[in-house]
């Protein structure tokens, strides 16, 4: 199996690469270990930004979106008992944010890709990446058998626990990082959203954020110190 590019990885960076290597007559195989109706339900981020609004429309992708999205033009920041509008259009020239989910995303995408011709090989493990330097090859495992692709360059989008990241040669490898001691709660709840837009607010017991999907659906996320205490209520 051959193709100028090897993407390992069908989530929102390496699908959206394979695209737009197919718009410029550059050919693409994505690898991807989960199946295709996983990688469309799996709930992750909701607001898109205005410029991978623009790119997914400008690339033939954003019709779904600019249909269903919600478009706000500004947030509310909430701290010392008091709301702050801040108003994107005005302060931007008229740009703002879409509420739409990022599993969305991943829908039009796909669609996308196998409507142009595009292969992408669903349930595939990708095992290890070899002659990186030379011939570069990726073996996977499909279906019980192992399988060798090989292509001109590789393009790790398989995120921070993948087998790329890993395969790039500790001299060569450079990271930029900051972690922040802070842990993550999600909440997702089918019930209309209490704010036409998203609203941040920050409190000495930490962060929370009031955002959504769609009109019915919202979604509450919670930045705590370690060993947070959650009181019911």
Known sequence: MRAQIGIVGAGLAGLMLSHLLHQQGIDSIVLEVHSREYIESRIR???LEQG??????????GARLLREGLTHHGIELRF??????????????????????QHEVIKDLVAARLAAGG??????????LAEIDAQPKIIFQHRGATQELQCDFIAG??????ICRSAIPAGKLQIHERVYPFGW???????????????????????ALLSMRSPVVKKKFENTRPAPRFDAG
């Open 45 to 47: 981020a909701g607001v």
């Open 52 to 61: 991978t609004v623009d790119l997914l429309t400008q690339s033939g992708v």
């Open 80 to 101: 010392n008992g008091a709301g702050h509008r801040i108003n994107f259009a005005d302060l931007t020239g008229g740009k703002g944010i879409t509420i739409y989910a």
């Open 119 to 128: 292969q992408i090989i669903f349930e595939a493990e990708a095992v290890r």
């Open 157 to 162: 989008c398989d995120g921070f626990h993948g």
């Open 185 to 207: 709660l999600g909440i997702l709840a089918q019930v209309a959203p209490a704010s036409d837009e998203l609203i941040y607010t920050y409190h000495e017991r930490g962060f």
